[in-house]
Each structure stands twice: as structure tokens, then as C-alpha cells.
């Protein structure tokens, strides 16, 4: 098969299309057959070693966790899905080396759900890993229908499906963002305010009392700080990257795949409730230009490879 690799640790500049034997199947895995993938920050930080401490790595290395994709072959006692049927998944194992970028890719049942049929491969490529981050944040925190959240970065891949789904559970959202963003979030329900200093006194203008709940999705230290000083109970607030946030009382959230958050997921997509901003495109020979994209930092939603 036709993967994207890297012989070691590197940046874009290293990324190489090689042909590499195709994946196996183990029990309880699939084929897919790759019609798109995902690409996330962390797929160019994995491969520059930043993640080296804790996780493990063997190359050559195949990057990329987030597949939309056709079920190609089944491996042993692998019962929930046929040869042919079209399947979304965040495909992370107990190590990185076989990842999205490529042709082929095997996943295991946990990592996996159905395709929503009203995305299209892009979107649906782009959803998993920024989807499930955003759910899982939003659970560990405990948000309930009628309460005030506050969404760090909420224009961003994370933050966007975030606003979504808190929308589509009853919940009044006040989003962080650059003013060309503001018109993005109002289109989703949020109520936005603009980040920077004085962001405290903008929120509680919008929310007096305090907010319920707060996310945050950039990891700049003041995210957490100012969530902790606008909160009502100061241990509901999660962040994906500050380290220090459970020191302060709060969660520290790393995404994990799970079948069942996909399909909750997927059936908000297919019910009209979460749709997935595709910023760019890129063939999958051109994966280096969308990680030096990405590594930018200013795209409005997803980059995606189409395979």
C-alpha cells in the first residue's frame, strides 16, 4: 500500500510516500479501505518526538488517528461490521506506528462506529479525535440542559464541536474568540467574547452570577485561570493542555477512542446538529504542506487528506 512515513523522528520535511506492506488484521479488527484522513496538531507533534515520554513509537511511522473509511476485510471474531460498510473512527492503539495516512489502515472494533450518512468523507474524517475531545471534556465536567459554559477557543476544531454539542443539549455557550470569528459562532449558538486581557470582565457581563462550567481548548495557563475566577464551583472546569489545571481543582482530559461517543456523534450529524467545517484539503502525497499548515495554527476547522 501507499503510506505517508517517517524513518524517525522529524518534522514535515521528513514525510516520505513509500510503498509498505499493508496492515495485519487481529481479532476484533477491520480493514478499512481509507477514504480520507484527519489531520490534528498532534500528529506532527507525535512525530517530533514530543510525545516520546509517554507514549510509545516504532517507525517507520505512519501518522494520522482520525479515518473515514470502507471496511475492506474483518479479522477474527470481528462480527460488528461487514466487508463494504462505511465507517468513521478515531483508530489510536497501545502504540503508534500504523496510522491513517496511508491506503489501508486496521482498526480495532472500540475505536470505530458507522458513518453518519450526512457528512461526507471529509467531514466525517475530520470529526473523531476533535469530536471525542470535545464530548469527553464536556462529560468530565458534568454539564446539565439550561446551564452557563464557557469555551475557550471556541472557533477552533475542538471548540466548534464543542459549542455544538452543548447547544444541541440545552445549554447557553459563551465562546472565546478573535473578533473575525464572532460572526462564525453566533452561526452556531454561541454567544461570542473576545479574548485578551479584560476577558474576565467580558464574561461576566454576559453571565453575572458566573458560568456553570468552563473548557479549555488552548492550554495558555490564563484560560484556566480566568475560568477559575468566573466559575460558580471552581472544580467544573477541563483542559486538554494546561497540565496545571488538576492541581487547581479541576480535569485534565486526554481523548480516548470509544465506540459509543462516535455513534452519539454521529447520530447529532445525521439529526442536523453537528456539522464539521472542512478549512483545506490536500491529497495525500501533499501531507507535508498540511502539517506546515496546520503547525500555523490559523485555520477555522478541519484539514483533511483525501485518499
Known amino acids: 500500500m501507499k503510506a505517508i512515513a517517517l524513518e524517525k523522528y522529524g518534522s514535515a520535511d521528513d514525510l ?8 495485519k ?11 480520507a484522513a484527519g489531520v490534528n496538531p498532534v500528529d506532527w507533534k507525535l512525530a517530533a518526538g514530543y510525545l516520546d515520554g ?31 460498510d462505511e465507517v468513521f473512527g478515531y483508530v489510536r492503539k497501545d502504540w503508534a506506528q500504523n496510522g491513517a495516512y496511508a491506503e489501508l489502515v486496521s482498526g480495532p472494533v472500540r475505536t470505530l462506529a458507522r458513518k453518519p450518512a450526512a457528512l461526507t468523507w471529509e467531514q466525517a474524517a475530520g470529526v473523531p479525535l476533535a469530536g471525542l475531545t470535545a464530548y469527553q471534556s464536556i462529560k468530565r465536567v ?14 477552533g476544531g475542538v471548540g466548534s464541536f464543542a459549542v ?17 470569528n464572532h460572526e462564525f459562532l453566533r452561526g452556531l ?49 477541563a483542559s486538554i493542555a494546561d497540565g496545571s489545571v488538576a492541581e487547581k481543582g479541576g480535569h485534565s482530559v486526554w481523548v480516548r477512542p470509544d465506540a459509543n461517543d462516535l455513534r452519539f456523534l454521529a447520530e447529532l450529524a ?17 501531507a507535508a504542506d498540511a502539517w506546515r499548515l496546520s503547525a500555523e495554527g490559523r485555520t477555522r476547522g478541519k484539514i483533511v487528506l483525501t485518499v
Open 54 to 84: 509517554i507514549m510509545e513509537v516504532k517507525f517507520p511511522l505512519i501518522s494520522g488517528w482520525d479515518v473515514a473509511g470502507v471496511v475492506e476485510a474483518v479479522g477474527p471474531d470481528a462480527t460488528e461490521y461487514q466487508v463494504g
Open 189 to 237: 449558538g454561541a454567544e461570542p467574547v473576545t479574548y485578551g486581557d479584560g476577558l474576565e470582565d467580558r464574561v461576566r457581563a454576559l453571565a453575572p452570577e458566573g458560568v456553570d462550567a468552563a473548557l479549555d481548548f488552548v492550554g495558555d495557563g490564563a484560560a484556566v485561570d480566568v475560568s477559575l475566577a468566573v466559575l460558580k464551583q471552581r472544580d467544573r472546569v
Open 164 to 180: 455544538q454539542i452543548l447547544v444541541a443539549q440545552g445549554v447557553r455557550v459563551i465562546g472565546t474568540a478573535s473578533e473575525r
Open 25 to 35: 488484521v487481529a481479532p476484533g479488527e477491520f480493514l478499512i479501505r481509507v477514504k
Open 16 to 23: 516520505r510516500l513509500v510503498d509498505l506492506p499493508d496492515p
Open 142 to 155: 458534568g454539564v446539565k440542559e439550561g446551564e452557563t459554559v464557557l469555551v475557550h477557543a471556541a472557533a
Open 270 to 286: 445525521e439529526a442536523g446538529k453537528l456539522t464539521v467545517n472542512v478549512d483545506r484539503t490536500f491529497p495525500l502525497a501533499e
